[in-house]
């Protein structure tokens, strides 16, 4: 059977009758399922072109459906339902609600690149995946995932300051994502580290804490990456047909956000 | 011969891009590279005033933004340090210059958001084919090679399983290394080898290890954790069930995640696993004759020292 087949055989589209008879045929028990016929009437026409308005999803079009991409995905071996090429399929068909069954597990994808490497169409199945996931959250059918709030403290500190710190990076992601810092792996892995902590790496560390890493002159290349980012982010809205949002106050100081905050923050 | 010679040569004094993980968590990995160097006589010349090329996650906010981070760096290199070759031993670093390299050669948006962000950050903007980006594997493959590695080592690492992990970032997508998969000599995208003949001429006895680019998670290392101790652990668990002492890496993210993960892995799964992660510079270094501390090798989170006593490797 066809994957994009298997939805009409989901529990809920299937009938089983205990004590049936039409036309003096009898159709009870498991042997005469029936499956409810389905006509779809909900198709988004305009579904392919926004995730192909978004970046990474610009080859979406070139899929021919050989399933390359999933039987190469890193995730899909250890989450079935992982399927880049079903939802590649769904999107150029339009079939959102389709689509939306899978809404919280598209984030997952892990940016191996073996999708990219075994696709012999050029799709770059890797940022379809990232292009789906930005248009779910745009529109509002999922929050912002973790990976997505990491990504985000991450390219404000880069736009910030030029240059990351690990720890920083570290405590901005678990204060967005309210975790609490202190879970028992990672209180093991400080440990470990400061049982043999080198004197010099230790002084370094709590050095570039205070006196955080960053790229010297980098005030107008923040301006102008600030200025593009802002750009780009009103041409997505754009091609996705949402409307203007509240006016986003241009990052003020290091720590404001540059990118749009959604509704979930 | 003399082909050969002059590429040897040409790698004697590279332009060195660090990048932020190799400042921080990746530590071990700076001060072993470094040390190496000094001790093979190679000069690492610091990339002035860099900034971070973008690593995993800028491009999932902008791909585009990406590329100017990681075009900026090659501008510094080119135009303020005055190289043709920029060494970047990190993955993530490494990859990003590559892809920024081929994106200016072939995209035309490209280049223009890179020659806009320049303009207006008042430098000059980096054009495809000004700099040449290697990593640390073609670095010491190239200027050494592996008959001056057996000739240096004397076969130190004798005894050592080793398994060699490359990773993702240093061989996917393959378009973007046109000088990977060139037949004999070249290195390979699918079955990558330049880690495994450098250790090899050190003495060390590589295992089979299927998992060579196999993905640790590093991308979602915190924000899907599960899945990146699923990945790490069958790692860990294939590296040991092939034999292996010690895992050697050549990428910050994918050592710190083996580290953690193993650790996560224990603590949350019950899965102890006890093979010891090391970088492959720790190791060539070992080889070297440098001492243990030098190389970094007591801050690593998997103890690996205990396994340098043990294997007398001091």
């Not at chain 2, 071990?28 to 860099?50: F, H, I, P």
């Not at chain 2, 079955?191 to 998670?217: I, R, S, W, Y």
Request: proline residues 4%.
């Amino acid at each position: 059977m066809p994957i994009h087949e298997k939805s009409l055989i989901r529990p809920e589209n299937l009938r089983t009758h205990e004590k049936l008879t039409i036309d003096g045929v009898d159709v009870s028990g498991h042997w005469s399922t029936f499956i409810e016929s389905r006509v779809i009437t909900d198709y988004n026409e305009a579904l392919e072109a926004e995730i192909a308005a978004l970046p990474g999803g610009e080859n979406i079009h070139r899929c021919w459906q050989c399933g390359s991409c999933t039987n190469s995905c890193t995730v899909n071996a250890i989450e079935p339902r992982f399927n880049p090429r079903y939802w590649i399929y769904l999107i150029r068909m339009g079939l959102e609600s389709e689509l939306l069954r899978d809404k919280d597990i598209i984030w997952q994808c892990v940016s191996c690149h073996k999708c990219t490497y075994a696709c012999p169409r050029d799709v770059v199945p890797e940022g379809v995946m990232k292009a789906t996931a930005h248009w779910l959250e745009m529109k509002g059918h999922t929050a912002t995932s973790p990976s997505m709030h990491f990504d985000r403290e991450f390219t404000e500190q880069v736009v910030a300051r030029g240059r990351i710190e690990d720890v920083e990076v570290l405590r901005g992601f678990f204060k967005r994502t309210r975790q609490p810092l202190m879970q028992d792996w990672l209180v093991e892995i400080a440990w470990r580290i400061a049982k043999r902590l080198p004197v010099k790496w230790g002084l370094k560390s709590a050095f570039s804490l205070l006196r955080k890493p960053r790229t010297r002159g980098w005030a107008k290349a923040r301006r102008a990456i600030e200025d593009y980012i802002h750009a780009q982010e009103e041409e997505h809205e754009k091609a996705l047909h949402i409307g203007k949002p509240q006016s986003r106050p241009r990052a003020a100081n290091e720590n404001a956000p540059v990118s749009r905050p959604s509704a979930a923050e | 011969m003399s082909e050969k010679a002059n590429k040897t040569k040409k790698y004697d004094t590279v332009g060195y891009y660090p990048g932020c993980a190799l400042e921080g968590s990746g530590n071990g990995y700076d001060v072993s590279t470094r040390a190496v160097a000094k001790e093979l006589g190679l000069r690492l010349k610091d990339v002035q005033n860099w900034n971070c090329c973008g690593a995993m996650e800028v491009k999932n906010v902008d791909p585009k933004l990406q590329t100017y981070l990681s075009a900026r760096v090659l501008s510094n290199a080119v135009h303020l340090d005055r190289m043709n070759v920029v060494m970047a031993p990190c993955n993530g670093c490494y990859h990003n210059l590559k892809k920024a390299e081929y994106d200016l050669k072939h995209d035309a948006q490209s280049r223009e958001v890179v020659g806009e962000l320049s303009r207006k950050a008042g430098h000059k903007a980096y054009e495809a084919g000004q700099a040449e980006t290697i990593h640390a594997l073609d670095w010491i493959k190239e200027a050494i090679g592996e008959e001056g590695l057996r000739e240096r080592t004397k076969g130190k690492l004798a005894g050592l399983k080793v398994a060699n992990y490359y990773g993702c970032m240093y061989v996917r997508p393959r378009h973007i290394f046109p000088e990977k998969d060139q037949g004999p000599g070249s290195e390979s995208t699918s079955k990558p080898h330049f880690m495994d003949d450098l250790l090899a001429a050190a003495g060390a006895e590589n295992v089979e290890f299927p998992l060579k680019t196999a993905c640790c998670g590093g991308a979602h290392t915190l924000s899907d954790s599960d899945t990146s101790t699923r990945l790490v652990l069958n790692i860990l668990q294939a590296a040991e069930a092939a034999g292996a002492d010690v895992i050697a890496t050549e990428c910050p993210t994918c050592h710190t995640g083996l580290e953690m993960h193993q650790v996560r892995a224990e603590k949350r799964f019950g899965k102890k696993t006890s093979v010891k992660i090391m970088y492959f510079t720790q190791l060539l270094g070992l080889a070297l004759g440098i001492g243990p501390r030098r190389l970094g090798i007591h801050t690593n989170i998997s103890e690996s020292m205990d396994l340098v006593i043990d294997k007398c490797l001091t």
